[in-house]
């Protein structure tokens, strides 16, 4: 599921984490503060990866369910709050959102941000 949430409210909050899919994509949090991207992290059960917001603008996480049976075996985020990628596996395959040849180019690419894995 993707969701703009236009500034990540308790109420929006709660919504997501009610949600029953594996993937939750939330666009423009306007979270830029890593207190606040903490503080869901640590109330959501399962892995997160986030790219926060430039000022008040921007601000993208995937949330992922910890019953989902795959594995994200790296991620991407750049430095404007924009994008975040990650590289699932499931079932012997890999895949990744991160398909646009615009985005593959260096300067333009998002930087790696677990340093490790196919994507760096």
Do not use: Y
């Amino acid at each position: 599921m993707s969701i703009n949430t236009q500034g990540l409210s308790a109420r929006k909050e709660n919504l997501i984490f009610d949600l029953p899919f594996d993937f939750c994509f939330v666009q423009e949090t306007f979270l830029s503060e890593q207190k606040a991207l903490k503080g869901i992290a640590s109330r959501w059960k399962g892995q997160n990866f986030w790219s926060p917001a430039i000022g008040k603008q921007g601000g993208v996480g995937i949330l992922v369910r910890d019953q989902f049976d795959g594995n994200i075996s790296s991620w991407l985020k750049d430095s404007s709050g924009r994008i975040v990628s990650v590289l699932v596996e499931l079932f012997g395959f890999a895949t990744s959102p991160l398909k646009d040849p615009a985005l593959r180019s260096s300067a333009r690419r998002p930087r790696c941000a677990c340093r490790h894995g196919p994507l760096c």
